[in-house]
């Protein structure tokens, strides 16, 4: 697994960023699937009001079709490390129990590794950024446990019963929208 350790406006001390490797080091233990994954952690000095608001820890773990997500504030950097990594062994505990209970053991031979990728948009129009991704696919209610791991508002996946691209929402009212696009 290979952690890349990131300062945004200051330096990240030693004893932190090694904090922060060993923490996330664990993952693995939970998810085989991760041992190729890539682990980002942000860490950010901010000039808060709030005390307990002034560093801001933000970890993305993503590889072999798992994409996990968490952002966390403290007073301390320590704190804010330690905080995040929970989150995120709580994400990975969450998601190996699902497996589990579908009855994928979430072996490397059963994953498709997905080719993500970012990249800016160089057109003149407002598009500020494309992502891809790969889709795999997957049934509304394996959508929506997918969204809430990862704390989003809309998901985009293909619909394994209808063979098609559609993408799940989260309505005002706190259940689920799908918008199934046609071609007219």
């Known amino acids: 697994m290979?952690?890349?350790?990131?300062?945004?406006?200051?330096r990240v001390p030693e004893q932190?960023?090694?904090?922060?490797?060993?923490?996330?080091?664990?993952?693995?233990?939970?998810?085989?699937?991760?041992?190729?994954?890539?682990?980002e952690v942000d860490l950010t000095h901010q000039k808060a009001k709030e005390?307990?608001?002034?560093?801001l820890v933000r970890v993305i773990v993503s590889g072999r079709?798992?994409?996990?997500?968490?952002?966390?504030?403290?007073?301390?950097?320590?704190?804010?490390?330690?905080?995040?990594?929970?989150?995120?062994?709580?994400?990975a505990e969450r998601h190996k129990e699902r497996l589990y209970r579908r009855g994928?053991?979430?072996?490397?031979?059963?994953a498709v590794p997905p080719a993500e990728?970012?990249?800016?948009?160089?057109?003149p129009d407002k598009v500020a950024r494309v992502k891809r991704f790969a889709v795999k696919p997957m049934s509304a209610t394996e959508a929506v446990e997918q969204m809430e791991l990862l704390g989003h508002d809309f998901f985009l996946f293909h619909?394994?019963?209808?063979?098609?691209?559609?993408?799940?929402?989260r309505r005002?009212?706190?259940?689920?929208?799908?918008?199934?696009?046609e071609l007219s």
């Open 2 to 10: 290979q952690v890349i350790v990131r300062g945004k406006h200051f």
């Open 16 to 39: 932190i960023e090694e904090r922060a490797r060993a923490k996330l080091a664990k993952l693995s233990h939970y998810l085989p699937l991760l041992e190729d994954a890539s682990v």
């Open 51 to 55: 005390p307990g608001q002034r560093y």
């Open 65 to 91: 079709g798992v994409h996990l997500q968490a952002e966390e504030h403290a007073a301390e950097l320590e704190t804010a490390v330690d905080a995040a990594a929970r989150v995120i062994t709580r994400q």
């Open 104 to 110: 994928r053991r979430g072996s490397k031979e059963a």
């Open 117 to 123: 990728g970012e990249e800016t948009a160089s057109r």
């Open 159 to 169: 619909d394994a019963g209808l063979e098609r691209i559609a993408v799940l929402y």
């Open 172 to 181: 005002r009212a706190g259940d689920y929208g799908v918008i199934i696009p």
